[in-house]
């Protein structure tokens, strides 16, 4: 399935309102109004009943282990997947000040390296602000505990 696909698919859960930034001292920065833009898609997924949803997880595990199989790598699981994509969310961190940007061509980049060189998934929570990166890695973690996933060691 191409990247065009998954995005009719998954239309409803795209962000509202434009992306916003704003110039300051000729840098441009990530505009903190932006991160409302994300609060739908948050309070929903914030909203989880995480058992219920652990629930439903185990029901599905067998045929997710399956289609991943299919496609994923051999060797690993669905969960061990999942885990991983867990932890690389948890891992986001909060930032409170602005964010500074780079224009490349006709795109927009973070300054900070180590904020660009984060997975596509973990720029997309980093862009829903500080409140909203809150709620989803609370409910990562709820939903972590709920389902058994492994922590990696050290964390």
Partial sequence: MCIRDRR???AFMAPEGPFLV????????????AYTRYDRIALAFASLDAEKTAGVYRKL???LNQ???????????FEQALAD??????????????????????????QDEALEGMS????????MG??????VKAKLEELRGALGLPRPSGK
């Fill in 8 to 10: 009719k698919l998954l």
């Fill in 22 to 33: 704003f110039e300051r001292d000729g840098v441009e920065y990530l505009d903190p109004k």
């Fill in 61 to 63: 595990r067998p045929w």
């Fill in 67 to 77: 289609a991943y199989g299919q496609m994923g790598r051999p060797g690993r699981t």
């Fill in 85 to 110: 994509a867990v932890q690389q969310l948890a891992d986001v961190p909060i930032v409170e000040d602005d964010i500074p940007l780079a224009r490349e061509e006709v795109n927009l980049k973070f």
């Fill in 120 to 127: 596509q998934a973990a720029k997309h929570l980093l862009r």
């Fill in 130 to 135: 500080p409140e909203n990166i809150r709620r």
